[in-house]
T-cell receptor, first 118, second 114 residues
């Protein structure tokens, strides 16, 4: 069975600090997909990134970067120079290959509440 | 383009009443998912459809919950009878080709059962 663990329930930082959100996953499959979603106070879920299990390259998008390490089953998310607008709940998620029974199902972690203060 | 549209945004009802939540997926998306979000259980998948056919309903809590997708542009999630423990935010999401792709979420329906 697939599982996603986000051990950090809540993180508070001061604006302009860098912050890393941890995500550890478990899966029996060699083909799987990892995601990060953002849920701002308004409530909607916004897609941030998708990574497949065969692509271990780290990715950077503006102030956001993701570190995927299969050896430790982790897919961590770093925000550089955080801003107040980054305040949200961030979810890490996992889906197994679509052909597998139970594939296509996105399993979410419990989320990390990020508070960025002035 | 319009995103996933859910209605109503908020629903307050009394225990025992029937509740119907509605979802219009993005045109052309073959997959539709219903998720429920609570403080205790987080985001959990209730059911998903592929080409209007229910594929996996193992997350549906009990027989009081039912979901339908009569056509490619409309789905409903019904709770009958509703109970206070059903209070949650219910999200509908769609994707072009399944859960391995990015999901487009609606704004959610905040359900309160008194």
């Amino acid at each position: 069975a697939q599982k996603v663990t986000q051990a950090q329930t809540e993180i508070s930082v001061v604006e302009k600090e860098d912050v890393t959100l941890d995500c550890v996953y478990e899966t029996r499959d060699t083909t799987y997909y990892l995601f990060w979603y953002k849920q701002p106070p308004s409530g909607e879920l916004v897609f941030l990134i998708r990574r497949n299990s065969f692509d271990e390259q780290n990715e950077i998008s503006g102030r956001y970067s993701w570190n995927f390490q299969k050896s430790t089953s982790s897919f961590n998310f770093t925000i550089t120079a955080s801003q107040v607008v980054d305040s949200a709940v961030y979810f890490c998620a996992l889906s197994e290959a679509a052909w597998r029974r139970g594939g296509n199902k996105l399993t979410f972690g419990t989320g990390t509440q990020l508070k960025v203060e002035l | 383009d319009a995103g996933v549209i859910q209605s109503p945004r908020h629903e307050v009802t009394e225990m025992g009443q029937e509740v119907t939540l509605r979802c219009k997926p993005i045109s052309g998306h073959d997959y539709l998912f219903w998720y429920r979000q609570t403080m205790m259980r987080g985001l959990e998948l209730l059911i998903y459809f592929n080409n209007n056919v229910p594929i996996d309903d193992s997350g549906m809590p009990e027989d009081r919950f039912s979901a339908k997708m009569p056509n490619a542009s409309f789905s409903t999630l019904k709770i009958q009878p509703s109970e206070p423990r059903d209070s949650a935010v219910y999200f509908c999401a769609s994707s072009p080709s399944g859960g391995n792709e990015k999901l487009f979420f609606g704004s959610g329906t905040q359900l309160s059962v008194l």
